[in-house]
């Protein structure tokens, strides 16, 4: 089972992004799909979720109007578009595949199966 995050990158402020999560190994649609994303000496945060089935997704506030998350269940492949980028956009950003609960939607804990991480840098 494997999770490979890319599209990061240095972008200036107001530009946009596309990162992509790759999937292997697990039968995609039955999973939630997430991103969190973690700044220097900052704790991992939720920034968007996907559910597997019937299609809710949830936003971090922080990001809600600008990030919009999405899915491929044919091509196994989760998108974060990313909009309006600001300087505390910069992250590493991680994918995530699980089945969470609702109220663990927005925690690490909820999620099994990770991503490598791709850098996301948003220069002022």
């Known amino acids: 089972v494997q999770l490979q995050a890319s599209g990061g990158g240095l972008v200036q402020a107001g530009g946009s992004l596309r990162l992509s999560c790759a999937s292997s190994g697990l039968t995609f649609s039955q999973y939630t799909i997430a991103w969190f994303r973690q700044a220097p000496g900052k704790e991992r945060e939720f920034v968007a979720s996907f559910r597997g089935s019937g299609g809710t997704s949830f936003y971090a506030h922080s990001v809600k109007g600008r990030f919009a998350i999405s899915r491929d269940n044919a091509k196994n492949t989760g998108y974060l578009q990313m909009n309006s980028l600001k300087s505390e956009d910069t992250a590493v950003y991680f994918c995530?595949?699980?089945?969470?609960?609702?109220?663990?939607?927005?925690?690490?804990?909820?999620?099994?199966?990770w991503g490598q991480g791709t850098l996301v840098t948003v220069s002022s």
């Open positions: 995530a595949a699980g089945r969470p609960i609702l109220s663990s939607m927005r925690q690490t804990d909820g999620y099994r199966v």
